[in-house]
Every structure is written in C-alpha cells, then in structure tokens.
C-alpha cells in the first residue's frame, strides 16, 4: 500500500506535509501508511479567512438551505464509502467497526438535515421561547433569539472515530452557520482527510466553510476570540490545557470537552441467570468490550452485578468472550480487530498491569494472544481482558483508571443504593445502561444517579429488538456528561445547533420586532386586506394579514346534535345540574371542538385555492366556557410563514376565538400548506 501524503486544506487550497513530516504506522502490520505535518501553515490567517470569507457566506444561507448542504455532504460521503472503508482498514477496526465511523458519520448528517428541514425555519434567526409582554399596554415586548456567532468553530477531534467523529460537530456547526477548522487526531488523520476530501469535492461547500489542519496545532489558538468555539473530544489531560490556556480563558472562548469517562453497567436486581435481561446483559458488557477494541469513549468499563450472581456473571462473560476472533480485521470471521498502535497498546497495558494490582485478571493477557493472519507481528493486538473486583470500595484505582481498550472490571454491588453510589463514584460519566425490567429500579436510578451520567439506557426484554446499546451516541439526544467525563454537550438535536449560535434578548414596539423577526408577535397590529388570506398564495402572505369574521351565535341545539354525532356526552354539555355544580363550568358549555369547528366554519374560504391542505394545529388552549345562546367570532391572521420545497410552503396562523363580549375563549395555532 503507497503511503499516504495527509494534505491541509487552507484558504480554499490543499497543502501537501513538509520535509518534516510524521510517519502514520498501520495499526495491523506497522508499516507506514501515511505522512503527516502542518509545517509552514499560518493559523492566523486561516481563522482570518474562515471569519471574513467563510462566515458571512454561510450566514447568508437560511437554516433550510444549510440543511439541504448537510444533505448534500452526507450524499457525497456515502456515493464513495467503500474507498473509506478500504483506507479505514489500516486503522485496525473491522468493517463493522469502521461502519460506525463512516455510515454513522454520514447518518449523523442526514439526521441534523432532517432536523434543519423540520425544526428550524426557513429564516437566519431562530426564536426561543414566547413573547415577554413589558410594558401595561403591550407597547413594548421582548422576545429571545439565537443568532449564529461570527467567529470560526476549532474542531478538535479523537483518533477513534475519525470521521464520526468530525461530522457529529460539523452537522450542528454548518446548520448553526459557523464556519469550521477540523484538526483530527494525527495517527487516523488520513481517514479523516479522505472523507474531508470527499465534501470538498462535493462543490457545495460555500468558500472559507470549511478548512483542514492536518498535523500539530501550532498556535492556532493563540489567535482566538470570544466569538470562537473550541469543540473538544479526548483526554482529560488534554481537556484540562485547553480549558487552562491563557486565550481560552482570557477571551472567554466557548469550550466543549467531551472526555474521559469510566461508564458503569448495572444488571438489575431482578435481572437473575436464566431471564432475558441477563443475556442481554452479557451480550452487551462483551460487544462493549470489543467493539472498536474497546477504543470508545463510551464503552463500558465498569459492569455492576448483585454480589450473589457475579460468579455466574463472570462464567457468562468468559464464555462469550472466548469465542471473539482477534486478528486482521480484513479477514472473515475476525469480530476484533488491533488498537490504533503499539504505542496505544502500551498505555492500555500498563494501565491493566496498574489495574490488576487492585483486581484479578479472570480473562485474556497482555500477551496479544493468537491472532488470525499473516505478517501481522508488527500489529497493536490484544486480547479482550476481563477483569473482577470483589471489593469495588477498596480501591480508588478502579473507578479512576481508565484502559482505553477492551477492558472492563466486573464488580459486586450490595444493594441498589450501593449500585449506584458505585456508578456515580467514576465522578461523572457519558454513558451508563441499567439491564432490568423493574420499573421501581429504574426510577431509583434515575433519581440517584441521572445528575452523574449524560445518558441512561433502560434495556429489557421489550426494548431489546430496537435498543441502540449501551455504547451509541444518536445526533437526536445530548452526547455528553457531567464532571470527569467533561460538563460539555454534543449532539442532541437542535440543542447541539445552539452551542454554535449566541442567545440574545430584542426588545421593541411589537411591530418593528414582528418586521425584523418576520412572525406576528403579541400586540403588533394585524392588517385587514380586501382578499381573504385563503386566496392569497404563499408569496403573498405577510405576518399580520389578518381575517376579523362575522360572528355565530351557539344554541342548546346545537350542543346536543354535536354531542349525539360525535357520542361526546360529557356532563358539563349535556347535564345542566351536574355541569352547575361544577366549579369551572356553572352550567351547560359547548364543546371545546365544537368551538374549534365553528370557529373554521367562520375563517375557512371553500373553493380551490392557494391553501393545498390543513394539517394541524398546536398550542391549543380554551380561556372561558361558552354558554348556550353566547355569541362567538374569530380572528385569523398569519404568525409566520417557512417554504418547504419550491412549489409550497408552511403557513402558521394564529387564531383567536372571542365571545360576545370580546373576551378570548380559545386560541390556537393552524398549519397550513400554501401554494407558492
């Protein structure tokens, strides 16, 4: 295999490694498979360019149209895995291991792109939360908003995903509007570098969005500012100097680490030999174990089981460890491949020879044991090492010391209190999963040790088909956790774009915040047209065009015939006396969606028009009863409005119900489909 150069992407141009470059070792055999070095780049400049080229570029760009690039630069990644795949190899992972790098990065794209489409607008300022009203007449209001930070996102990556993860940070950073600088670890550079190829191959990236440190870091963040982000996987140590580094903190640079963590499996108390959350169980503690050879910050490191089956726990891990085939990971049949280099493989080894000083080893040894292939004695291989503690309280070392490989100690616990005092004694992890199907068992864990871990998984029987794992960060929930394991957050949907985005407070007169904001905020004067908004199309529409209706009076008949039509019978529209001894009615109501239906009946234009489809409602809430012989009216006016695709869009309106006496009974949002 013809070494690899590991090229930089810099201003738009790719730069090749100096005369200086560092040799990449491949993880199966040790001959070089890549160079690398970042001699000669001037990180001032870069962030210079990104901030003046690459932000304004993507700002200018609507949250749906940095989605569709997501889209775009997922497609891209998966037209060429299988180039990936081939170059990931020297890696060490299997296939199936490199599946979680490469399709779960391009996944984890798709996901952020379909949440962009969805959840955002199709705007460049993001609302959060409703309206404050300020003043007494409504007058003067203030509303919350993100906007994206003009600054450059400094993506620092860990060498075990290479390209995961570079991607779970560029998904919620580009959708944010950020543009990024990705410096991914040097010894699996090169299959970063590839992917990192691929999207700028694409030509969707706008200029200056995205450039590429590969080698050392130099003093590129000497040259940050305080609308920058330093995004941040790997070890504590390293979190620690970036936290401490005198521009971080003197800028006060946003920094998001997400670091070491000792994650604990608990098997239920209910959990015994011989029920399927014990075989899941086991399943999960060895796929764990071995996955990536245990080189996953997540993995479980820590298994918890009641005092009285741990031997049985022990029998149970043994055995299916025993069956995992360790070697060249291109070969059929081989579940484990090699640790990303010898000298990874050494760290693990002296922190197991450390560990065993505190527990016995009852499976595997630092030997790298036999291993499937040929030529492969320069490799990093190992084989999986259990090990068991019968006494987890007597020493610190084993809720401290982490061998960032396919290791894990099996420990007894007492009771549940004692399960979970243990799992939060790591001080703070990414992960932990709790095999029961006890409901009262997980509550307790919950409540004793969700302030300790970034997420719990609860996996029974029932979940068992479609559960993710212990170990599987998912672009929808916060990847992250508390103390040890960093205090910073990843991931989690459309709370992983805000990391990127600065929440800030508007306040103004109703109508100057509803003309910047584009949405019809509370108080900002509606204007009446001389065309019903259901003949307009959505190009048309502006926040504010507004529908006053005629109003309807509600007879007792027709109560009764709503209620007999659709069998909605409840006492307080059909029983006079026990709706009067109610204390919220005081007599017969109508129905709430009755009020709704009339409500359209009121609004709605019939005939075929710009309007394609009603689709919804939201925010629903009935003020006041409405009475028998009570008069009721609507007003129905635009909030806001998003295009979807370039044929149609979404049109939110607001609608206000009223009595007779102009007092707000029912008020809700409708969604609509409009023509363009």
């Not at 003093?219 to 521009?247: E, R």
């Not at 089956?309 to 025993?322: H, K, N, W």
């Not at 000298?343 to 002296?350: C, I, L, P, S, T």
């Not at 864990?445 to 479609?466: N, W």
Request: charged share 20%; proline share 5%.
């Amino acid at each position: 295999m013809a070494v690899r150069a590991v090229e930089s992407f810099i201003r738009n141009h790719w730069v090749s490694p100096g005369r200086n470059a560092e040799v990449v070792l491949s993880a199966i055999d040790g001959s070089a498979v890549a160079e690398t070095s970042s001699e000669g780049l001037d990180f001032a400049e870069s962030l210079a360019y990104a901030r003046s080229v690459g932000g304004p570029a993507l700002r200018a760009m609507t949250f749906h149209e940095r989605a569709g690039l997501l889209k775009g630069l997922a497609q891209a990644i998966m037209a060429r895995k299988e180039e990936l795949y081939d170059i990931a190899a020297s890696t060490g992972g299997t296939r199936a291991d490199n599946w979680i790098d490469i399709e779960g990065g391009a996944g984890t794209l798709f996901s952020y792109a379909s949440k962009g489409r969805r959840e955002l607008p199709n705007a460049r300022i993001l609302l959060d939360g409703e309206a404050e009203i300020l003043g007494k007449t409504g007058t003067f209001i203030g509303q919350h908003v993100y906007t994206s930070l003009q600054g450059v996102a400094v993506l620092i990556n860990a060498y075990n995903f290479p390209i995961w993860g570079m991607l779970e940070k560029l998904g919620p950073c580009l959708l944010a509007g950020v543009p990024a600088i990705v410096k991914p670890a040097e010894v699996t550079g090169y299959v970063a570098e590839a992917a990192f190829r691929i999207m700028i191959e694409s030509g969707l990236l706008p200029e200056g969005a995205l450039q590429l440190i590969s080698g050392q870091a130099g003093d590129l963040l000497d040259h940050l500012g305080g609308q920058d982000v330093v995004a941040f996987t790997g070890s504590a140590a390293t979190a620690q100097k970036l936290q401490a580094h005198p521009v971080i903190a003197r800028e006060g640079v946003r920094l998001t680490a997400e670091r070491d963590s000792l994650n604990a499996s608990i098997l239920g108390p209910d959990a015994a030999p011989g029920t399927p959350e014990f075989d899941l169980f086991i399943k999960e503690v060895a796929k764990e174990m071995t996955v990536k050879a245990g080189q996953k910050c997540t993995a479980i490191r820590r298994a918890l089981a009641p005092a009285s089956v741990l031997d049985a726990v022990q029998d149970a891990l043994i055995a299916r460890l025993s069956s995992v085939k360790v070697g060249d990971p291109r070969l059929e049949g081989v579940r484990m491949g090699a640790l990303v280099s010898r000298k990874q493989r050494d760290d693990v080894a002296a922190r197991v020879q450390r560990l065993a000083t505190r527990a016995q080893i009852v499976f595997g040894d630092l030997s790298g044991g036999a291993v499937e292939g040929i030529g492969l004695e320069g490799g990093a291989f190992i084989t999986p090492v259990l090990l068991r503690s019968d006494d987890p309280w007597a020493h610190a070392d084993l809720h401290d010391v982490e061998a960032f490989g396919p290791v894990a100690t099996v420990m007894p616990y007492r009771d549940l209190d004692d399960a979970i005092a243990l799992a939060n004694h790591g001080r703070g992890s990414l992960a932990m999963s709790v095999f029961t199907k006890d409901a009262d068992t997980a509550r307790e864990v919950v409540l004793g040790a969700g302030s300790h871990h970034g997420r719990t998984v609860f996996i029974d029987r029932d979940s068992a088909s479609e559960s993710t794992g212990h170990g599987s960060p998912l672009p929808v929930l916060v990847h992250g956790g508390p103390g040890r394991a960093g205090g910073g957050e990843e991931l989690g949907g459309v709370r992983g774009v805000k990391h990127f985005m600065q929440r800030s407070a508007l306040q103004g007169s109703p109508d100057l915040l509803s003309a910047v904001l584009g949405e019809q905020m509370p108080g900002s004067r509606l204007v009446e047209g001389d065309r019903h908004p259901f003949r307009l199309r959505f190009g048309e529409l502006e926040p504010g065009y507004s529908l006053k209706t005629a109003s309807r009076e509600v007879t007792l008949d027709d109560i009764e015939h709503f209620a007999h039509f659709t069998g909605d019978t409840f006492y307080a529209h059909m029983d006079e006396e026990a709706a009067k001894a109610s204390p919220i009615f005081g007599g017969r109501v109508a129905h709430g969606y009755l009020i709704l239906s009339f409500a359209a009946g009121l609004f709605v234009d019939p005939a075929p028009g710009p309007v394609l489809a009603n689709y919804g409602l939201e925010g629903l809430r009935f003020i006041k009863p409405l009475k028998p012989g009570q008069s009721m009216r609507a007003v129905l006016s635009v909030k806001s409005k998003s295009l979807k695709t370039p044929d149609m869009g979404e049109v939110r309106w607001r609608v206000d119900v009223f009595n007779q006496d102009d007092e707000l009974i029912a008020v809700y949002d409708l969604l609509t489909m409009s023509a363009v």
